[in-house]
């Protein structure tokens, strides 16, 4: 058993059992880095094959998998849910800069991370590209022993928590419930290698069971951590990593811990100390002062609203309390409300879903209207709207439809900015899900450690980012667009690309060709001259002030390129009010293609999506007629999934 799904508690009478099998299932797609043919999940989760099958489909039909024969693959709008939780943290938005300029200045990597029960779990990741880099990602867990946070972080633990520390030690010697690192069955500080004298030569004789092993001197390092202020990791993951780490404080309290990460290649453990840590403790102490100014902002805001007719924590814990007394009164009828609620317009994905999912709907506008009628609603939609998404999911897949899984996992996604904590029936109206379905699936991810309650007000924790979020967080453009071009190229029969801009030429970052005798040949990374391409046509209507003049000769490549400089910029100008472009035999003859922006977060174009073809296959009407609205179509469901990808890290786009 994982050491991040043990609970130490019996199941609820309320959970929701298809919720808890489903979260099962994306654990095991995240412990298998993503990707798993269904008999493998069956084998590792014990479900029922039928059961994996049907919590599979469901995830499809949500985006959250991807089911690709008989394997199913983690999705990037998967990460919708860790962003609820990054979001309700605020942490990385407001340190992340902080840490990338420290990693830019020291030129080593920086990482952000927070306790997680008896373990610590990393929020962002600023690593440098090197032969030998930091494998680590965003949401990785690791046990608090064997870093440089853990003991910060224990310094505030009590009786509780150390206990829950030995009680794991105990049952998992070999952290084997940390997939992000190696076994711990290295002995500490090399003893037992047979070399040495005296107590060292002794300890070598023993059993390998008694031999001091990685992190067995945790609270020793604790107590100096305390004492110091700092901590350190001396190899204690793997030779040759070493770390330092300085607690980044907010009321008093330790918000998160930022490490300074190297190899003894470059720095050893006192190295660290000394070089290091000055310019460290300049960097927490910046962010302190950031995470104080939100708060003096926050605080003011709180105030203002005092003069306002005020809905205070006090009232709506009471509020809380009275939701929970009521469905608990109403225990007997709840649990048959909950099936009429599953047909009703409530029982529906959240109207309040994160920001993710609104800022894909405001990239995509109406372009939604072309995708796959399998998508589920994205945005602030009307619960009604969100309705007719479960009632369709529902009628087209029957009993492989699993609503409650569906409902539970959209609970997590009612969090976020400015929504860090929410009682029962903020809950309920964020989801637009009956408060007695949002109440057992509140129980159902506490159970699990997936929320925390405190006085009827319910957090995420730093578990949600368990749920797909370590495979997930370093995938790239190509990645995300892939399976997108793939089924364009499968509807269309003919070749679909993606390409960047580098320099005044483009390169193909992504492609899928057609098996026809007469087809485009191009491979990933080919480049060519961007003027006479319709992806570089549209990338280069996107640069700032693109000068003609900057760019290579107009050199004519068939009789049709355009050469003249007016000419071609009045033509880069039609390219970005249309938001297309589509060049007829200008860089080979025979050859016809159209292309659309691929737009980041900011509106930024970042990459295009071609479809090319031989001119004696379609028109250049029909291609306006025919493939444009499908390529914006796929355009948008590439930027959809960039945006949730994208919302707290950089995505790479080659």
């Known amino acids: 058993?994982?050491?991040?799904?043990?609970?130490?508690?019996?199941?609820?009478?309320?959970?929701?059992?298809?919720?808890?099998?489903?979260?099962?299932?994306?654990?095991?797609?995240?412990?298998?880095?993503?990707?798993?043919?269904?008999?493998?999940?069956?084998?590792?989760?014990?479900?029922?094959?039928?059961?994996?099958?049907?919590?599979?489909?469901?995830?499809?039909?949500?985006?959250?998998?991807?089911?690709?024969?008989?394997?199913?693959v983690?999705?990037?709008?998967?990460?919708?849910?860790?962003?609820?939780?990054?979001?309700?943290?605020?942490?990385?938005?407001?340190?992340?800069?902080?840490?990338?300029?420290?990693?830019?200045?020291?030129?080593?990597?920086?990482?952000?991370?927070?306790?997680?029960?008896?373990?610590?779990?990393?929020?962002?990741?600023?690593?440098?590209?090197?032969?030998?880099?930091?494998?680590?990602?965003i949401g990785d867990l690791l046990p608090a022993e064997r870093t440089a946070p853990g003991p910060l972080f224990a310094t505030e633990w009590g009786e509780q928590e150390w206990a829950r520390w030995h009680e794991r030690r105990a049952a998992d010697p070999e952290d084997r419930g940390f997939p992000a690192v190696p076994a711990r069955s290295r002995p500490l500080d090399g003893q037992g290698d047979g070399e040495g004298e005296g107590e060292g030569r002794s300890d070598?004789?023993?059993?390998?069971?008694?031999?001091?092993?990685?992190?067995?001197?945790?609270?020793?390092?604790?107590?100096?951590?305390?004492?110091?202020g700092w901590a350190l990791d001396d190899q204690l993951i793997e030779p040759g990593l070493v770390a330092i780490s300085l607690p980044v404080r907010e009321a008093g309290r330790i918000a998160c811990v930022v490490s300074v990460v190297s190899h003894t290649s470059r720095h050893t453990a006192s190295d660290l100390q000394d070089t290091l840590l000055p310019r460290l403790r300049k960097a927490v102490t910046a962010m302190e002062r950031d995470l104080r100014e939100a708060r003096d902002v926050r605080d003011a805001h709180d105030a203002h609203d005092v003069r306002k007719p005020r809905d205070s924590r006090e009232a709506r814990e009471s509020r809380g309390a009275q939701d929970s007394r009521g469905a608990q009164d109403s225990r007997g009828a709840s649990d048959s409300r909950d099936a009429q609620d599953s047909r009703g317009a409530a029982d529906s994905r959240g109207a309040g879903e994160s920001r993710d999912t609104q800022d894909s709907r405001d990239a995509q506008g109406s372009r939604d209207n072309q995708g796959s009628r399998d998508a589920r609603p994205v945005g602030p939609v009307a619960p009604s709207g969100l309705?007719?998404?479960?009632?369709?999911?529902?009628?087209?897949?029957?009993?492989?439809?699993?609503?409650?899984?569906?409902?539970?996992?959209?609970?997590?996604?009612?969090?976020?900015?400015?929504?860090?904590?929410?009682?029962?029936?903020?809950?309920?109206?964020?989801?637009?899900?009956?408060?007695?379905?949002?109440?057992?699936?509140?129980?159902?991810?506490?159970?699990l450690g997936y929320v925390t309650a405190h006085n009827r007000v319910f957090r995420l924790t730093p578990r949600v980012l368990g749920l797909g979020f370590p495979p997930l967080s370093r995938t790239s453009l190509p990645e995300i667009a892939?399976?997108?071009?793939?089924?364009?190229?499968?509807?269309?029969?003919?070749?679909?690309?993606?390409?960047?801009?580098?320099?005044?030429?483009?390169?193909?970052?992504?492609?899928?060709?057609?098996?026809?005798?007469?087809?485009?040949?191009?491979?990933?990374g080919s480049r060519l001259p961007a003027y006479p391409?319709?992806?570089?046509?549209?990338l280069l209507a996107d640069q700032p002030g693109t000068r003609v003049a900057d760019l290579r000769p107009l050199t004519?490549?068939?009789?049709?390129?355009?050469?003249?400089?007016?000419?071609?910029?009045?033509?880069?100008?039609?390219?970005?009010?249309?938001?297309?472009?589509?060049?007829?035999?200008?860089?080979?003859?025979?050859?016809?293609?159209?292309?659309?922006?691929?737009r980041e977060r900011g509106g930024r174009v970042v990459a295009a999506v071609n479809v090319a073809m031989h001119s004696s296959r379609r028109t250049p009407e029909e291609c306006v007629r025919d493939v444009l609205p499908q390529l914006h179509a796929t355009a948008g469901r590439i930027e959809s999934d960039l945006r949730v990808a994208g919302r707290f890290r950089r995505v790479p786009l080659g």
């Open 1 to 72: 058993m994982r050491s991040e799904i043990r609970t130490g508690a019996a199941v609820p009478a309320e959970a929701v059992t298809p919720l808890i099998r489903g979260i099962a299932v994306l654990r095991r797609l995240t412990e298998a880095d993503g990707s798993s043919s269904l008999s493998g999940l069956e084998r590792a989760t014990g479900l029922a094959r039928s059961t994996v099958d049907r919590i599979t489909a469901t995830l499809a039909r949500m985006g959250y998998v991807r089911l690709d024969g008989r394997d199913a």
């Open 74 to 137: 983690l999705a990037p709008r998967l990460m919708e849910l860790g962003n609820a939780y990054l979001s309700a943290l605020r942490l990385p938005r407001l340190l992340d800069a902080h840490a990338d300029a420290l990693a830019d200045e020291l030129d080593e990597s920086v990482s952000l991370a927070v306790g997680d029960r008896d373990g610590i779990r990393f929020i962002h990741q600023a690593t440098r590209r090197r032969a030998m880099s930091l494998s680590f990602r």
């Open 204 to 228: 070598a004789t023993a059993p390998a069971a008694q031999l001091p092993t990685v992190g067995d001197d945790f609270e020793r390092r604790t107590a100096e951590a305390r004492e110091a």
């Open 387 to 447: 309705a007719t998404w479960t009632s369709a999911s529902k009628q087209e897949l029957g009993r492989e439809f699993i609503e409650s899984l569906a409902r539970g996992l959209t609970v997590i996604t009612a969090f976020g900015e400015g929504r860090p904590e929410l009682t029962l029936t903020e809950v309920a109206q964020a989801t637009g899900l009956a408060r007695a379905t949002a109440r057992r699936a509140l129980i159902t991810l506490e159970h």
């Open 482 to 524: 892939a399976p997108h071009l793939t089924e364009l190229s499968q509807r269309l029969h003919d070749s679909v690309s993606l390409a960047i801009l580098a320099g005044d030429e483009i390169q193909y970052t992504g492609r899928v060709s057609t098996s026809r005798i007469m087809s485009v040949h191009i491979t990933v």
């Open 533 to 538: 391409t319709a992806l570089g046509r549209v």
């Open 556 to 598: 004519p490549l068939t009789p049709r390129t355009i050469t003249d400089p007016a000419t071609f910029k009045a033509e880069l100008d039609r390219v970005r009010k249309a938001g297309y472009a589509l060049v007829d035999e200008e860089l080979e003859e025979g050859l016809r293609s159209v292309a659309v922006p691929v």
